[in-house]
């Protein structure tokens, strides 16, 4: 079912219509001043604009219109015009109870799935192999695990792709380093966060030392058998390390792909690419084009393969993509990576439109990058040591905060020590991701690990508290299961409720349509607060009437499951008691 505001604009596309007015127009909004409508329609003024007429008169044509349709007289308490020509719109309240009890039997809270059978590629997370994971990564966990939860509810079939950097120089790194070492045993995690920096400073430091690194990775992408063995043995051991990180996250990963898994596409692309005249050789490089005449800053070429035979970043990820369409032959491809690889993904998708390979019509692709995390210093996030924060440190810290955090609320006291530290876990998580996911993703954001475990304000501690609160409620209430909604009274104090638990459909879809998850935490937060007004403002438990009790009841039950779904795409768990 749809959103009210859809069915308003359904009315009024009807209303448009038969005056022949574009009915691009007939858009209705929910009203930002509830004291003066509840929505609004602001079409008349273009329309005004294109006849060249007075907006009120307009405006007064289409009320004129809509009252006459048949569902008017059961839909409308007021339709009037405001200031220069808006048509605001108060609804009957038998309206929006009929509509709530429609919206508490489906089981979708309205919002519609149609694209079934279509394949989304979300590429996230992008750790490296041997580095161990830090907070540069946890904006890309935390996004894409996100965007990979709302394209499964809206109906695709979402495929989450880790897409690990497990085959550039590093691995020759680690390779001529374990050779230099004379090393036969077995590789450890401990070994690698060891090996890795240590190659790599020397490599830096020296040429001699590079060259050998080259080399090894020449011979590893060459298919050198010992040297596969061994990558392959850190590659498991790797993994394995970052597997538990991500299960600790609470983020899930479909596939454990990585960079490797393209280099068998990497010939035949570019035989095609010399083949089509697009590859060209550059100061014994070779590279691709792809500037336009219009562009308005400069695209450089991508270097597909460097003079001493090896490929680049961008030749992998577009490599990737032919293996992508092989595999799942997406509708899309979501890349979620750090916004300062922007023009990266602008050449590789260019260079994958000019070469055939991803027909526009065919696939989109989509960089939903994101910004930079910071301390509170305004400077990237660092420990207080100066260096990277590692993933598991970082959570441990939070869950530290969150169980101080308990404490001072008063809440978890009467939980034995497992499940207060589960509870942590999740009031812990729920602060991280939603101090991320709050944020337009574009925005660079500060970490503040004590703000965002505060059960006040807009934090993910607060959300959760409130759901279980409304839980608790129910329970003392005695509600067990699905409340069978048979009549409905909205009074004053449940109005601003019941509508917007019937706008959840509009948020997600404009969610979905820019990739960007705060527009659901928007809500949740709204609906939280809205729900703590409803509760300060009328009886529930106590209310004599059965039939306002029981309505009310059922209005506590959508704003619970409505807030564990929303915070469920968010990656946010809900524990059942705090
Ligand atoms: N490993 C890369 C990094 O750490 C991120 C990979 C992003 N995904 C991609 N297909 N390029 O920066």
Redesign the pocket.
């Known amino acids: 079912m749809p959103s009210l505001s859809q069915q308003l604009t359904d009315i009024m596309t009807r209303a448009f219509n038969s005056l022949d007015l574009p009915i691009e127009y007939a858009r209705v909004n929910v009203s930002g001043q509830i004291e003066t409508a509840q929505f609004q329609c602001n079409g008349a003024m273009p329309c005004a604009k294109v006849a060249k007429k007075n907006p009120r008169d307009i405006a007064q044509d289409i009320i004129d219109v809509v009252n006459q349709d048949s569902v008017a007289s059961d839909v409308f308490e007021t339709l009037s015009i405001g200031g220069p020509g808006f048509i605001n719109i108060t609804l009957k309240d038998t309206y929006i109870a009929e509509n709530f009890k429609n919206l508490a039997t489906d089981t979708r809270f309205g919002i519609s799935s149609v694209r079934q059978g279509q394949n989304v590629v979300l590429?996230y997370g992008?750790?490296?192999i041997a580095k161990s994971m830090h907070v540069?990564?946890l904006r890309?966990s935390i996004i894409g695990d996100t965007l990979r939860r709302m394209c499964l509810y809206a109906g695709y079939d979402a495929i989450g792709d880790v897409?690990?950097?497990d085959w550039g120089t590093p691995m020759g790194m680690i390779l001529s380093e374990l050779d230099i070492m004379g090393f036969d045993d077995d590789i450890t995690m401990e070994m690698l966060a060891d090996i890795y920096p240590k190659a790599s400073t020397a490599c830096k430091e020296y040429e001699q030392r590079m060259a050998l690194a080259r080399e090894a990775t020449r011979k590893l992408q060459n298919g050198d058998e010992a040297y596969t063995r061994t990558w392959r043995e850190f590659i498991d051991v790797s993994v394995t390390g970052m597997k538990k990180n991500f299960d600790a996250l609470g983020v899930h990963f479909d596939e454990w792909k990585g960079e490797s898994d393209a280099h068998p596409y990497i010939e035949g692309m570019i035989a095609d690419l010399k083949a089509q005249n697009l590859a060209v050789e550059s100061d014994g490089a070779l590279i691709l084009h792809v500037a336009r005449e219009d562009d308005k800053k400069e695209i450089p070429p991508l270097i597909l393969r460097k003079s001493d035979g090896a490929v680049l970043?961008g030749t992998t990820?577009m490599a990737?993509i032919i293996e992508r369409i092989k595999t799942h032959n997406p509708v899309k491809i979501i890349?979620v990576?750090?916004q300062r690889?922007s023009l990266?993904f602008e050449q590789v998708f260019r260079a994958v439109r000019v070469s055939g390979i991803a027909p526009e019509d065919e696939m989109e692709l989509i960089h939903a990058g994101f910004g930079t995390m910071n301390g509170t210093d305004g400077k990237p996030f660092k420990t207080r040591a100066g260096g990277v924060m590692r993933l598991e440190d970082l959570i441990s810290m939070a869950v530290e905060k969150a169980q101080n955090h308990l404490n001072e609320a008063d809440l978890a006291n009467d939980m034995d020590e497992v499940e207060r530290t589960g509870v942590a876990h999740k009031v812990a998580l729920a602060a991280v991701k939603f101090a991320d996911l709050q944020n337009n993703r574009t925005a660079d954001y500060v970490f503040d690990i004590d703000r965002m475990t505060s059960f006040e304000g807009k934090t993910g501690p607060y959300l959760l508290y409130q759901a279980v609160r409304i839980q608790s409620l129910l329970k003392k209430a005695g509600v067990e299961g699905d409340l069978v909604v048979d009549t409905c009274n909205i009074l004053d104090a449940d109005r601003s409720l019941a509508l917007l638990l019937g706008e959840l459909p509009e948020y997600f879809d404009n969610a979905m349509k820019h990739y960007t998850p705060h527009i659901l935490c928007d809500y949740a937060f709204k609906l939280a607060q809205e729900f703590s007004s409803f509760y300060g403002n009328c009886h529930i438990l106590s209310e004599k009437d059965e039939a306002v009790k029981s309505s009310r009841l059922a209005l506590c039950q959508q704003t619970h499951k409505t807030l564990v779904l929303v915070l469920g795409l968010l990656g946010i768990e809900v524990p059942n008691r705090m």
């Open positions: 590429d992008g750790p490296n540069g990564h890309s897409h690990m950097g970043y990820d990737t890349y990576v750090d690889q990266h």
